[in-house]
């Protein structure tokens, strides 16, 4: 199999027709192009709900890595609208794993959970032939809140606008000027200024100080294949088109010369961090406002369509079927042995 999330085709084949018995209080299942599922609590509340990896890159540094992990797993839920209130979390550790370093990862997701008003209410801890970093586990987020603050991710429609925050290859930036800055032949300040991507590597404050608006109707982040994936993820899940123009764009110091510099395509490199938004045609402005008093950079950059897919200054933007970030990193950590 390619690396990765599996393909729609795979998805349709052998997961979609096995998921198990239908149960009236899922509201939102398994759906392409959506991050997270709902469950219907009664009295008009919900559960949104989403499973990721726990994945601890070591190469970034300990404490980094331990916040990028736990972003990574509250992330999906957060685009619910809804803030992330609960975490189930499952790690699944090599034989050689350093308590201590297992000590200081849960000590910054404590200190991230505290922060967001997140508890981690259960899980499992082992250690196990065949385990090994980076990804060592995985969680499932929960975000209990009121069903009229929820933002579903097939909620867009022909008329909303579209709002994308922080721009392209945002993890990619940051992660790569992180791990290998001081081997790249750019200048101290690009490097520096890609270095500090890798902070708006999570997507979590854009999603709720947006939907806290009221005006957002569906959202979706940027991670695998980039920004360019998520349009059309977007765009699937609620049976849209979208049309776009690039120079509209938000775009990171450092990311254009890094990207450049090392042969990667922006536009469909992991971007962790980034989010794009459909909004109704009168909240755009509210919603860049809200995200304007959280320090995030944000553009109106297009409008959602009757049709399908994705248009791109004009043209048909075909769906990415790969990823340069992992490529990468694994040509630079090579690089450096």
């Known amino acids: 199999m390619d690396p990765g999330k599996v393909s729609r085709e795979f998805f349709d084949t052998h997961v979609a ?13 398994p759906t392409h192009g959506a991050d997270f599922g709902v469950l219907s609590l009664g009295e008009r509340r919900v559960c949104a709900l989403a499973t990721d990896p726990v994945f601890v890159l070591r190469d970034l540094g300990l404490d980094r890595a331990a916040w990028f992990a736990f972003h990574i797993l509250v992330s999906d839920a957060a685009l619910s609208g809804i803030p992330p209130t609960h975490l189930a979390l499952d790690l699944n550790l090599p034989l050689d794993a350093d308590p201590a370093e297992v000590g200081r990862v849960m000590e910054v997701f404590d200190r991230e959970a505290r922060d967001l008003g ?17 990804t060592v586990g995985a969680g499932t987020a929960l975000a209990v809140g009121d069903e009229s603050d929820l933002v579903l991710p097939t909620g867009a429609e022909p008329g909303d606008r579209l709002v994308v925050t922080k721009g392209p290859a945002i993890e990619t930036t ?24 890798f902070d708006e590597a999570s997507p979590v404050r854009d999603a709720l100080a ?8 569906a959202m979706h982040d940027a991670t695998e294949r980039g920004v360019d994936n998520a349009l059309h993820e977007l765009a699937d899940a609620a049976g849209v088109r ?12 450092g990311v254009h010369d890094l990207c450049e510099h090392l042969g990667i395509d922006p536009w469909t490199s992991s971007s962790e961090g980034t989010v794009v938004l459909a909004v109704r045609e009168g909240g755009v402005g509210a919603v860049l406002d809200a ?18 897919g994705v248009e791109v200054d004009g043209e048909e933007l075909p769906e990415p079927t790969s990823d340069p970030l992992w490529p ?7 690089d450096g042995e």
């Open 291 to 308: 995200l304007g008093d959280e320090g995030i950079r944000a553009a109106e950059v297009g409008r959602v369509e009757s049709g399908s």
């Open 174 to 197: 940051g992660l790569l000027a992180v791990c290998f800055g001081d081997d790249l032949d750019l200048p101290e300040s690009t490097v520096a200024a890609a270095r500090e991507r």
């Open 118 to 134: 997140i508890s981690i209410v259960t899980g499992h801890t082992g250690a196990y032939e065949g385990c090994s970093f980076p």
């Open 17 to 29: 027709p096995n998921l198990g018995a239908d149960r009236d209080d899922v509201r939102l299942g």
């Open 210 to 217: 947006a939907a806290a608006t009221g005006e957002v109707t």
């Open 242 to 253: 979208l049309s776009v123009e690039r120079e509209r764009f938000p775009v990171g110091d």
């Open 328 to 334: 990468a990193y694994e040509r630079l950590r090579g």
